[in-house]
DNA sequence: GCCAACGTTGGC
DNA sequence: GCCAACGTTGGC
């Protein structure tokens, strides 16, 4: 059965638009090990997944995207240029995955993330949860479909991927 | 910039 | 194996 997503990344360092730009994407840089897990474990090819801007002016829910290669290894941590590096990690044994996503749509605007909060639907959604920091989370297929409904839904009025004065750039992935 | 929450590290 | 210290995330 096909499973939903939730995918954080601050749009600094990648956006809904540079994934429209690039069709798809490795989602690499992950660093902790309950998201490899989901990425080796539950993800599964055709998998849909929200795009959400975090750490944004808007943060919230910004397009669709499609899990097209779930569980491949992470380049970055066999790149000792990287800041993700990890010289701990083997070739035949890699330590951190990633997953690659493509480009499904990109909503006129984002639903911010004061709006999500305010959908009954999503009460229990992980990333409304205070404490969640886990760049990955699963999704309901009720949450999905209510994030992409109010996707549609929105205006352009709230497009931008403006950097929080706060941004710590090349962070979180 | 602040701070709550949580993961990781390392001394013992 | 415990747990304090430290680092990171991310909303505000």
């Not at 760049?135 to 497009?159: D, M, N, Q, W, Y």
């Amino acid at each position: 059965m096909a499973r939903f997503w939730l995918l954080k990344c601050e749009p600094v360092v990648y956006s809904i638009a540079d994934l429209e730009r690039d069709g798809r994407t490795g989602w690499d840089s992950v660093r902790n090990y309950q998201v490899r897990n989901f990425m080796r474990d539950d993800m599964k090819p055709g998998d849909l997944g929200i795009f959400y801007h975090s750490n944004a002016d808007p943060s919230g829910a910004a397009g669709v995207l499609k899990i097209t290669k779930p569980g491949l290894p992470d380049p970055t941590q066999f790149d000792p240029k990287s800041e993700y590096h990890d010289p701990k990690s083997s070739r035949e044994t890699p330590t951190w995955l990633m997953c690659e996503v493509a480009f499904v749509e990109r909503f006129e605007g984002v639903v911010p993330l004061e709006r999500l909060r305010g959908e009954t639907a999503l009460a229990d959604m992980q990333i409304l949860k205070r404490g969640n920091r886990l760049s990955i989370t699963p999704l309901t297929e009720a949450e999905f479909k209510a994030i992409r409904a109010l996707g549609a839904a929105v205006s352009g009025a709230s497009e931008g991927i403006r950097a929080k004065s706060g941004a710590r750039g090349k962070a979180s992935r």
